[in-house]
């Protein structure tokens, strides 16, 4: 069983059993878990296991709500009472607290096979949780939507939020405790742990390595001649993944926190067998022909239709207390593949490509991949920089830019026409043209409620209005300056288009999706060198 084999049970009281239902209705449980980052686990009692899914930001209250649900290892069902403290170097180290508990009604005559086929319409009644729910079952097996149905619930306070269904203590209150879990409200005491365990358990709570700043790469015409490599230029986030003995951290080039939005690689980051470790990589979204679409990390940001996520890695910066980035990069590179040669799953290595340059270029081409990354074999790592050992080939014209207002809807189109982008210049903010395409009515309106918030009284952009207006351009008069909506400068967005125009305008442009990982300080308009 998948449970047990991931369990020491002489280190941890979790049951370890193989317990059945003994009720005639079926039971669930909500466990707030304080892993390496809070999440809900959310279990259902059928078949004589506990059906499992981690829940990162919750059970959903609002009518439609949708949230993502991890699906996890079946849990024998006697962990349906279990609360206490996992302790610190074993699977899901952390506090766990009985959040919610009560009985469930699916509404089918058939829930097992309901659950099988992907998608499991039931009813909740705890002491928190009253109505009706959906699981649904994404394209990645392992990914569902846990999503609210019929009607609104009220939302729990802030103290029933942290408090036990089954103890009434709170999270602070279980974590200073020393029962480690109980059954039918009795509690029972762990093992007082020999002093030498201690230490090891202190040994694997490493310093928190600091952050370091991606390497940059710089934008190219044209394969250079000398010794590189060559690999898959990806189209997602840019990460790295900071392991430090029991502590993980996911972070985004501009250190924003990527654990709740990518649980799934946090947790095989996790898993993986090393006492510290910095990996830099790429998290994406696949298409259905295995190719990174940042579109399709779209939809998994408004909770639509998610896509399989992978974590390609392809530099190791630390490894086991060693400070790797004065290596050369082939070096860096073969450690890598090393620690990653026996991982399957969400974690992937980004190999390095062999042949010419050229007809790496044609075949990434006939293959519809956004283009090339290139690198010097004997390259150190150089945090922060855009030095040239790192480049990008594109095949395609792509890349971020500064969100500074909206123009109103025109036809059936609800919520806004087009956005109004730019990049930052030495003169300020830079109008690039009107973006009108790549939408569908979820994400009009979900941009949309993001502009009413950062709603700005005066235009961002240093060039409008335009005094010239010519076929090439995408410009903006004074007169229909009048009707647009401006907005605080500070989102940052991809966009896809063909060529840059003769006055220095987008042409063809195409929304692909906002952007996280970047600050609008950043957005530059890029050029070949």
Request: net charge positive; glycine share 8%.
């Amino acid at each position: 069983m998948e449970y047990r084999r991931k369990r020491d049970f002489e280190k941890t009281a979790e049951p370890s059993g193989n317990g059945h239902s003994t009720t005639a209705r079926h039971r669930f449980v909500v466990q707030k878990h304080a892993a390496s980052h809070l999440h809900y686990d959310f279990r259902l009692e059928l078949d004589g296991t506990l059906k499992s899914w981690a829940v990162p930001k919750g059970v959903p209250y609002a009518k439609g709500e949708k949230r993502l649900a991890v699906q996890v290892e079946d849990h024998p069902v006697s962990y349906i009472d279990f609360e206490g403290s996992i302790p610190r170097g074993q699977y899901g180290g952390g506090t766990v607290m009985v959040w919610d508990r009560g009985t469930f009604e699916p509404l089918s005559a058939s829930p097992s096979k309901e659950l099988e086929s992907g998608k499991l319409h039931f009813v909740l009644a705890g002491k928190k949780l009253q109505g009706e729910w959906y699981l649904v079952r994404l394209r990645d097996g392992k990914q569902w939507l846990l999503i609210r149905g019929k009607n609104d619930m009220r939302p729990v306070s802030k103290k029933m939020d942290d408090t036990s269904a089954l103890s009434g203590k709170s999270m602070k209150e279980l974590a200073a405790g020393d029962a480690v879990w109980q059954s039918d409200r009795v509690a029972v005491k762990a093992s007082p742990k020999p002093v030498a365990k201690e230490k090891k358990a202190k040994e694997e709570n490493l310093p928190e390595t600091k952050f370091i700043e991606p390497m940059k790469a710089k934008l190219v015409a044209s394969p250079p001649a000398g010794d590189w490599i060559y690999e898959i230029k990806l189209d997602g986030f840019r990460a790295l993944a900071f392991k430090d003995g029991n502590r993980v951290r996911l972070l985004s080039r501009n250190e924003k926190d990527f654990a709740v939005k990518f649980p799934e690689v946090l947790e095989a980051v996790e898993q993986l067998t090393v006492k510290d470790a910095v990996i830099d990589g790429e998290i994406v979204a696949l298409d259905p022909k295995g190719r990174s679409s940042f579109q399709l990390l779209q939809a998994y940001d408004l909770g639509e239709e998610r896509p399989p996520i992978y974590f390609y890695a392809f530099d190791l910066l630390r490894l086991n207390g060693e400070d790797l980035r004065h290596k050369p990069l082939v070096a860096r590179k073969r450690l890598l593949e090393k620690l990653l040669e026996h991982v399957q799953g969400v974690v992937r290595y980004s190999a390095s490509l062999e042949g010419p340059p050229k007809k790496l270029l044609d075949e990434a081409g006939r293959l519809g991949l956004e283009g090339l990354m290139a690198k010097r074999k004997d390259s150190v790592y150089e945090a922060g920089r855009r030095s040239g050992a790192w480049i990008k080939l594109k095949l395609h014209q792509e890349q971020e830019f500064v969100i500074g207002g909206y123009t109103p809807p025109q036809g059936t189109r609800q919520h806004f026409g087009s956005l109004l982008v730019g990049f930052q210049a030495k003169t300020g903010l830079q109008f690039a043209g009107k973006v009108g395409t790549g939408f569908d009515e979820v994400l009009l309106k979900s941009l949309h409620a993001r502009f009413d918030a950062l709603s700005f009284s005066d235009c961002p952009f240093e060039n409008l209005p335009e005094k010239k207006s010519s076929r090439y351009s995408q410009g903006l008069t004074a007169a229909e300056m009048k009707t647009c909506h401006w907005v605080k400068p500070c989102l940052v967005c991809q966009v896809k288009f063909s060529e840059w125009t003769r006055d220095g305008k987008l042409r063809q442009p195409v929304f692909l999706g906002l952007r996280q990982d970047k600050d609008a300080s950043e957005v530059v308009r890029e050029v070949p060198a």
